[in-house]
């Protein structure tokens, strides 16, 4: 059983910063693929970066530049450094991770940049 629990939310100001954070447990030897994703209510959720197992990152382009991905290296924890933060970027946080071909969710985080 794997669990992914995200953390790390809150409230900030725009041009503000937070830092997420997703705490695996279980069975993620075979993790291929982590992730986060978001999603504002009445839309479909969107990648916002990911990161493979070799190391390879991708990220939307609303948030390059201000937004970077990183793991530790035994996959454990998976982190979300934002930075320079919009009020568009309200939404909760998700993160994602695919093993062994099978996708496990965590619960979300709320985040808010409003002044």
């Known amino acids: 059983q794997v669990q992914l629990v995200e953390s790390g939310g809150g409230l900030v100001q725009p041009g503000g910063s937070l830092r997420l954070s997703c705490a695996a447990s279980?069975?993620?030897?075979?993790?291929?693929?982590m992730g986060w994703y978001r999603q504002v209510p009445g839309k479909e959720r969107e990648l916002v970066a990911r990161?493979?197992?070799?190391?390879?990152?991708m990220y939307a382009d609303s948030v390059k530049g201000r937004f970077t991905i990183s793991r530790d290296n035994a996959k454990i924890t998976l982190y979300l450094q934002m930075n320079s933060l919009k009020p568009e970027d309200t939404a909760v946080y998700y993160c994602?991770?695919?093993?062994?071909?099978?996708?496990?969710w965590g619960q979300g985080t709320q985040v808010t940049v409003s002044s």
């Open positions: 994602r991770y695919i093993i062994s071909g099978y996708v496990y």
């Open positions: 279980g069975n993620i030897a075979s993790t291929n693929f």
């Open positions: 990161i493979s197992i070799g190391g390879n990152i």
